[in-house]
Every structure is written in C-alpha cells, then in structure tokens.
C-alpha cells in the first residue's frame, strides 16, 4: 500500500500572522482504491503564493477555503500514476490543485467547472525538466507577469520601468519581460542586498533599489528624473504611494498585488498621492489572472520563444521537500524567497526532455553578447 505524507490544517492563521509550520500538521494517511473517472497522481512540484494565506485565515471568504483537518490546498505538477478516467494515462503529467502531499486522487470531470478554473485538472502539452516551469516560466507566475507587463502596463520602446517585489516570482519575471516590450531602463525594488545583487548579476534590472537600506523616493527620483512610465506594483502600501510621487505623463500604475498591507486590519488608508494620477493623466489598474485564462497558451507560446531566443531565464527558488512547505510558503511574507519559490516533493522524470536540449535555445548571455 502506498504511504501518503500530508500537512493537514491545524489551526487558522489569524490577524497580524502569517502561516507557518505551527497551523499545519505532518502526518500520514492510506491513498483510496481508486473510483471509476478517478486517477492517482504524484506530486512533483508545488507552488507557493501569498494568496495561500486567504485558504487558511480566520477571515477566509473564498471558495478556496480550507477547513481544519483538511489537506493544505495548492496548486502543482505531478505525473499520473494510476488512471481509471480514459482520458488520462499512467505516465502523463498534469497540473492541478494537489495540496500539500505525496498523492493526490483526482477526479478530472468533476472540477472543469471554468468559474473554479484553479482547481482543473489539466494535462501539460508538452512537458520540459525542470517541472517547476510549469508553475513559474511557463506557467501562472509568468502570465501574472505577462498581463501585467504587456496587457494592462502596456509598456513600449523607450519606457522607464519600475518593479517593486522585484526579485519575487511574478516580479523577476516582469523585469524581463518589460525588457523584451523595449523598456528603456528597467528598475527593481528588493528587500537586501542580496537580492539586489542577484537581480543585477542575473542581468534582470538595470538599477536596482533596496528598500530596507535606502529611501524608495530619493532614489526614483535619483534613478527616474523624468518620472516612471509604469510601476508594476506586488507591493502596496507606502510603497505604492511613493511611486505615485514619481510619474511621468501618461504613466500606467499596474496594481498586482498588496503584500505588504493586504492582510492589515483595519485596512490602512488609501494612498494620499492618488491626485498625481490627475496631474500626470495616469492611470492605475489592477488585474486578476484568470480572467485571462483563455489566452494561457498564447502567453505560453510566447514565452517559450524568448526562452527558446536566449531572452529570458529561469528564476525559480526551489525549496526542497513536502516537509518544508509551511516553512516556503510563510518565507513569502518574510521576503524568504529569491525568484519563484517552489517546492520540490519528488524528482522528474529523467525520460522528460530537458529545456535546454531544445532545437535554437540559446542562454539568455549568448543573446545579450
Ligand atoms: N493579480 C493577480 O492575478 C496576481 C497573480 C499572482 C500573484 N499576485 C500577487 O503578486 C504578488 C507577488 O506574488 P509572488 O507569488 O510572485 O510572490 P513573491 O513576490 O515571490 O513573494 C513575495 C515577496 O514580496 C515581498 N514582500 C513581502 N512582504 C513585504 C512587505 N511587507 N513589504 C514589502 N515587500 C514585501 C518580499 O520581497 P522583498 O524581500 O523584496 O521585500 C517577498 O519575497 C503577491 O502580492 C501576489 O498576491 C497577483
């Protein structure tokens, strides 16, 4: 019989806290036979997002939510095992809402509704090691980056660009991709030196600002004198009020996530630069991923391309194993991670191609030589 390891909730994450290894429970429990339209899939690789929070909070309004004693919900990549559903195979690889365990039995047909699109069981077209691109390069992280970036940003040749998170996930993503659209300058905002330096030496920002060390306002308006063209904003909060001191004319605000003030109750005030949107005929707007979801795979299509030219790299933060998945997914509140963190729970398959063996990759330093 096979063993499943499972970190169940143990208790909700409350107001000014954020989840850790002290609500969850590791423990262990029988995989099911498995019911006709079933399949059986290992996980692979898990992902992390600070939305993982809503699931297990005392205020969790989503229809996400997961209740104590359950298994922790998230999204990952694994590779069927067992099928009774004549849609799938042994050996295929899926991505579907997994949670935090070895096994997970699926049962396809019951969760396509598209108004729950996160929870589809989908087969990965054409798989590449590392699987973590799923989630990250070729997946959600990338199209968050993508919406924000190219759809809502709009950004174009001769844009200043700036990025707060810019070394998380979406960000480091979104730093690339503005400069494929012909940003001019591209600025990050990061927690450290560290993180600063790595978005330098990986060759993802132009200029970098660390907000611990330094003042986010002087230096825009050291780095932008102009002003910014778009703020690609994970961030909120102090952060996004003083990007608004520091636009251009016609500058795109593009509101991506709050971290720093989303889980704050009362909810803190608004931003009190908010008039500059008026004076620099600006506009901010904010975006929700999955109202894109039918154009995933153009995005992905796209996305391999540049990879493919040399354009883009891969910035993922591998956590190492199911045992550690309270822990990475709490460091995201912390500014733990570097790049998109993701948990690896097992290996891939050694037979999938690797994404570099394919025909025209070049690194993304051969392009820029
Ligand atoms: N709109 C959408 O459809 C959509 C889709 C995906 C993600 N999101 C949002 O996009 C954001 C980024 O998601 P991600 O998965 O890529 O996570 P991430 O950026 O990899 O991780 C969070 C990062 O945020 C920074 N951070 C955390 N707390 C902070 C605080 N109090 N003040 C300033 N910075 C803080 C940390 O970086 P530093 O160390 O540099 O501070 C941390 O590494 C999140 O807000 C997420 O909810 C939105």
């Known amino acids: 019989m096979i063993t499943n390891r499972q970190w169940r909730l143990k208790r909700l994450v409350s107001e000014g806290e954020h989840p850790g290894p002290e609500h969850f429970e590791f423990g262990q429990a029988p995989v099911p036979d498995l019911q ?4 059986l899939v290992q996980t692979i690789v898990l992902g ?7 699931y297990v909070s005392t205020e969790r309004q989503f229809h996400f939510a997961v209740e104590i004693g359950e298994v922790m919900s998230c999204r990952g990549v694994g590779r069927v095992v067992a099928s009774r559903h004549a849609g799938f195979a042994v050996d295929d690889i899926v991505q579907a809402s997994l949670g935090w365990q070895d096994y997970a039995v699926l049962a396809p047909e019951a969760s396509e509704d598209p108004s729950h699109n996160v929870r589809n069981v989908r087969k990965v077209p054409a798989p590449v090691r590392p699987l973590t691109t799923v989630l990250g390069l070729f997946g959600q992280l990338a199209y968050s980056a993508y919406v924000g970036v190219i759809e809502v940003g709009q950004v ?5 660009v700036v990025v707060s998170a810019a070394a998380g996930g979406v960000g480091s993503i979104a730093c690339q991709l503005a400069r494929i659209q012909g940003a001019e300058r591209v600025i990050g905002i990061a927690g450290g030196q560290d993180k600063c330096r790595w978005l330098l030496e990986r060759g993802l920002c132009d200029e970098v600002i660390d907000y611990r060390q330094d003042s986010v306002g002087d230096a825009l308006g050291r780095l932008c004198p102009d002003g910014l063209d778009v703020y690609l904003d994970s961030v909120g909060g102090d952060m996004l009020d003083t990007a608004l ?4 004319v016609g500058a795109r605000v593009v509101l991506c996530g709050m971290i720093s003030t989303e889980y704050q109750r ?4 608004g931003p009190t630069h908010y008039f500059n949107l008026l004076y620099q005929r600006s506009r901010m707007e904010g975006f929700f991923v999955f109202d894109y979801v039918d154009r995933w ?7 391999r391309e540049w990879y ?37 729970v097992s290996q891939d398959p050694q037979h999938l191609p690797h994404i570099d063996d394919q025909d025209g990759t070049q690194t993304a330093s051969e392009h820029r030589e």
């Open 36 to 39: 006709p339209g079933e399949i």
């Open 48 to 54: 992390t997002s600070p939305a993982q929070r809503m």
């Open 156 to 160: 174009r040749s001769g844009d200043t």
């Open 245 to 248: 001191q520091h636009l251009a």
């Open 266 to 269: 009362p909810r803190p005030p």
């Open 297 to 303: 795979p153009a995005f992905e299509a796209r996305l």
């Open 308 to 344: 493919r030219q040399g354009r883009l790299v891969l910035t993922d933060d591998v956590a190492e194993g199911l045992e550690h998945a309270p822990a990475a997914l709490g460091a995201l509140f912390a500014g733990g991670n570097t790049g998109g963190r993701v948990i690896r």
